[in-house]
T-cell receptor, first 115, second 113 residues
Framework: KAGVTQTPRYLIKTRGQQVTLSCSPI?????VSWYQQTPGQGLQFLFE???????NKGNFPGRFSGRQFSNSRSEMNVSTLELGDSALYLC??????????????FGEGSWLTVV | SQKIEQNSEALNIQEGKTATLTCNYT??????LQWYRQDPGRGPVFLLL?????KEKRKERLKVTFDTTLKQSLFHITASQPADSATYLC????????????FGAGTRLFVKA
């Protein structure tokens, strides 16, 4: 079956703009989590959605937001982009919520460069 | 504060040897812990999951141990091959205001032929 699909794979934005990233989880998976990965900070947890509800969130400013649709697809949005937002954004899906023992499967990520 | 520590320095070993990677955590009580492999520019790929009541888990050439007293997990690759060269991430899942999986910074492994 198809894996986790993220779009776009690469994008360049200007400071102050906003960006929306999309994630389609593995079929049947209802939990979608988002992570930011930078060379200095590693993988940082952004938030998790399950059945269209945000279950948990990490320590990121309110400029980072997300949502999940009834078909489990998810989007994350970053407003007022800053140079420090340049990173690989990874989406991960699992059958159940984090903590339920289900494996997390990652997409290939969206590379965001802010100039 | 909560911390996950993996060897920040790269690990270089000779093909055929056993690679051992360490993951130490403080101020966590993980319900379980996962290990992932990540290649440059790609998303992490799941390898093994070990629960808090399990001491050891094996899968082909991979072995994971979990010592909740020492607050440590060890990840072993036996008969290592150059294709095993990658970054390996330790990821405990803990309950702090809701379950979430936190990732260590990873250890870069180089296996020389």
């Amino acid at each position: 079956k198809a894996g986790v699909t993220q779009t776009p794979r690469y994008l360049i934005k200007t400071r102050g703009q906003q960006v929306t990233l999309s994630c389609s989880p593995i079929s049947g998976h209802r939990s979608v989590s988002w992570y930011q990965q930078t060379p200095g900070q590693g993988l940082q947890f952004l938030f998790e959605y399950f059945s269209e509800t945000q279950r948990n969130k990490g320590n990121f400013p309110g400029r980072f937001s997300g949502r999940q649709f009834s078909n489990s697809r998810s989007e994350m949005n970053v407003s007022t982009l800053e140079l420090g937002d340049s990173a690989l954004y990874l989406c991960a899906s699992s059958l159940g919520i984090q903590g339920s023992g289900n494996t997390i499967y990652f997409g290939e990520g969206s590379w965001l460069t802010v100039v | 504060s909560q911390k996950i520590e993996q060897n920040s320095e790269a690990l270089n070993i000779q093909e055929g040897k056993t690679a051992t990677l360490t993951c130490n955590y403080t101020n966590y009580s993980p319900a379980y812990l996962q290990w992932y492999r990540q290649d440059p520019g790609r998303g992490p790929v799941f390898l093994l999951l070990i629960r808090e009541n399990e001491k050891e888990k094996r899968k082909e050439r991979l072995k994971v141990t979990f010592d909740t007293t020492l607050k440590q997990s060890l990840f072993h690759i036996t008969a290592s091959q150059p294709a095993d060269s990658a970054t390996y991430l330790c990821a405990p899942t803990t309950h702090t205001g809701g379950f979430k999986t936190i990732f260590g910074a990873g250890t870069r492994l180089f296996v020389k032929a």
